[in-house]
């Protein structure tokens, strides 16, 4: 699509409450030194998709505008506009699907820099980031895989005590895929299911992970060895997902979409469309199931193995929760008291969101996202030789990579 490139725009977070909209063709014909063709349209005309961050603006003509927008001096905003559909989410990532061994994952990447990996949470896929990654990827290498069992990765067979979908197995699969894509260090962020993948990946690849953003709560061991009535009440789901004796999978299979129930005003239709995809498929739901599951056993034995050891996170930890979510009451109002057992070098940043801090405020989450990551960047390791002048091995893309 062609757009007319009119320098560095800011981003209104809402839509101006009164007025209309200038916008500009950049289809038209500017022969000549004329100044574009403009024409007014009223705001009833204006739709904002991803939350007030990207307008779709659209007349009589079918002129959409795909990009940014600015308030001018009379009160108006000027749109960069092209004819043609809305921008997608995940423009100019490649999408890929990567076997890394015992799973193959499907994932997102793009960007340049210092590579930085994005775990989704339950019961979400990849998809939770559209908002973030993009802007991410103006600054880094931006990696977003569905975790095994999630979205449309490979659903491993169950294995004694949940195993297969074991926090350990994931964050191996999670360094796999950051090889295979040329990628030896990297910071990792981490949102509910994803932030226990990520806590793995601290522990046991320390050498890899340069800076570890969690955004959903403690390690699963000490969030089981605090919990009491409160957290029974509020995370009730735990043992209900969790618990074999009457599978949950007999109940979310019967309507997915209703035991869901989306937030669709949060959401673009996209990202809603690949979740509901996803848990329709009652083999994911099986996996994510066993993921609460293995949680409750495996994970929680590897974490109070750590503990015993005295092992600790090297790398520099930012915790991130909404003010909306359960995380300050069932923490005394403190959600990074947890994780100081944890590591030496932890900050916390409350944000005016819910649980998921990517889709309802992700703003708020880049403004303190981009400085931490960027102060923990280092020096590009792609670029560096490994040990001895061995390249690891690498897992193999399979399919047609293309672009969406």
């Given at each position: 699509?062609?757009?007319?490139?009119?320098?560095?725009?800011?981003?209104?977070?809402?839509?101006?409450?009164?007025?209309?909209?200038?916008?500009?063709?950049?289809?038209?014909?500017?022969?000549?030194?004329?100044?574009?063709?403009?024409?007014r349209?009223?705001?009833?005309?204006?739709?904002?998709?991803?939350?007030?961050?990207?307008?779709?603006?659209?007349?009589?003509?079918?002129?959409?505008?795909?990009?940014?927008?600015?308030?001018?001096?009379?009160g108006?905003?000027?749109?960069?506009?092209?004819?043609?559909?809305?921008?997608?989410?995940?423009?100019?990532?490649?999408?890929?699907?990567?076997?890394?061994?015992?799973?193959?994952?499907?994932?997102?990447?793009?960007?340049?820099?210092?590579?930085?990996?994005?775990?989704?949470?339950?019961?979400?896929?990849?998809?939770?980031?559209?908002?973030?990654?993009?802007?991410?990827?103006?600054?880094?290498?931006?990696?977003?895989?569905?975790?095994r069992?999630?979205?449309?990765?490979?659903?491993?067979?169950?294995?004694?005590?949940?195993?297969?979908?074991?926090?350990?197995?994931?964050?191996?699969d999670?360094?796999?895929?950051?090889?295979?894509?040329?990628?030896?260090?990297?910071?990792?962020v981490?949102?509910?299911?994803?932030?226990?993948?990520?806590?793995?990946?601290?522990?046991?690849?320390?050498?890899?992970?340069?800076?570890?953003?969690?955004?959903?709560?403690?390690?699963?061991?000490?969030?089981?060895?605090?919990a009491?009535?409160?957290?029974?009440?509020?995370?009730?789901?735990?043992?209900?997902?969790?618990?074999?004796?009457?599978?949950?999978?007999?109940?979310?299979?019967?309507?997915?979409?209703?035991?869901?129930?989306?937030?669709?005003?949060?959401?673009?239709?996209?990202?809603?469309?690949?979740y509901?995809?996803?848990?329709?498929?009652?083999?994911?739901?099986h996996?994510?199931?066993?993921?609460?599951?293995?949680?409750?056993?495996?994970?929680?034995?590897?974490?109070?193995?750590?503990?015993?050891?005295?092992?600790?996170?090297?790398?520099?930890?930012?915790?991130?929760?909404?003010?909306?979510?359960?995380?300050?009451?069932?923490?005394?109002?403190?959600?990074?008291?947890?994780?100081?057992?944890?590591?030496?070098?932890?900050?916390?940043?409350?944000?005016?969101?819910?649980?998921?801090?990517?889709?309802?405020?992700?703003?708020?989450?880049?403004?303190?996202?981009?400085?931490?990551?960027?102060?923990?960047?280092?020096?590009?390791?792609?670029?560096?030789?490994?040990?001895?002048?061995?390249?690891?091995?690498?897992?193999?893309?399979?399919?047609?990579?293309?672009?969406?």
């Amino acid at each position: 699509m062609s757009l007319l490139a009119l320098g560095s725009m800011l981003v209104p977070a809402f839509p101006p409450a009164r007025g209309q909209w200038l916008v500009r063709d950049p289809l038209a014909d500017h022969s000549g030194g004329t100044a574009p063709d403009s024409h007014r349209i009223p705001r009833s005309a204006v739709a904002f998709t991803d939350h007030g961050r990207t307008p779709t603006i659209r007349d009589k003509d079918g002129v959409y505008v795909t990009e940014c927008v600015r308030p001018c001096h009379h009160g108006l905003t000027f749109g960069v506009i092209g004819r043609g559909k809305p921008r997608r989410m995940f423009d100019d990532f490649a999408f890929d699907h990567i076997d890394v061994g015992p799973v193959t994952l499907r994932v997102r990447h793009g960007g340049s820099g210092p590579a930085v990996v994005l775990l989704h949470g339950h019961p979400h896929t990849h998809a939770t980031w559209h908002k973030v990654a993009p802007a991410l990827a103006e600054h880094f290498t931006v990696v977003c895989p569905d975790l095994r069992g999630y979205g449309r990765s490979t659903v491993p067979a169950d294995e004694p005590e949940h195993a297969q979908m074991s926090k350990r197995a994931m964050a191996d699969d999670v360094v796999a895929l950051m090889h295979a894509l040329g990628h030896h260090e990297f910071a990792v962020v981490g949102h509910d299911r994803g932030s226990y993948v990520a806590f793995r990946l601290t522990m046991d690849h320390p050498e890899s992970v340069r800076a570890f953003v969690n955004i959903g709560g403690p390690p699963i061991g000490e969030v089981l060895d605090r919990a009491g009535e409160t957290f029974a009440r509020l995370w009730w789901h735990w043992f209900f997902l969790g618990q074999t004796k009457n599978p949950a999978e007999r109940v979310i299979n019967q309507d997915p979409d209703a035991w869901y129930a989306d937030r669709s005003d949060r959401v673009a239709d996209e990202a809603l469309e690949d979740y509901r995809a996803a848990r329709r498929d009652p083999q994911t739901v099986h996996a994510m199931c066993e993921d609460y599951r293995a949680g409750l056993t495996v994970d929680r034995r590897d974490d109070a193995a750590d503990k015993a050891a005295g092992k600790k996170i090297a790398c520099p930890v930012l915790v991130v929760w909404g003010r909306h979510d359960d995380l300050p009451e069932l923490y005394d109002g403190d959600p990074v008291a947890p994780w100081r057992t944890w590591a030496t070098d932890v900050r916390g940043c409350e944000m005016d969101a819910g649980h998921s801090v990517q889709e309802d405020n992700p703003e708020a989450l880049l403004d303190v996202l981009v400085p931490f990551l960027m102060s923990h960047r280092g020096d590009p390791f792609p670029h560096a030789r490994p040990p001895d002048g061995e390249r690891p091995e690498r897992g193999e893309r399979v399919g047609e990579r293309r672009r969406v």
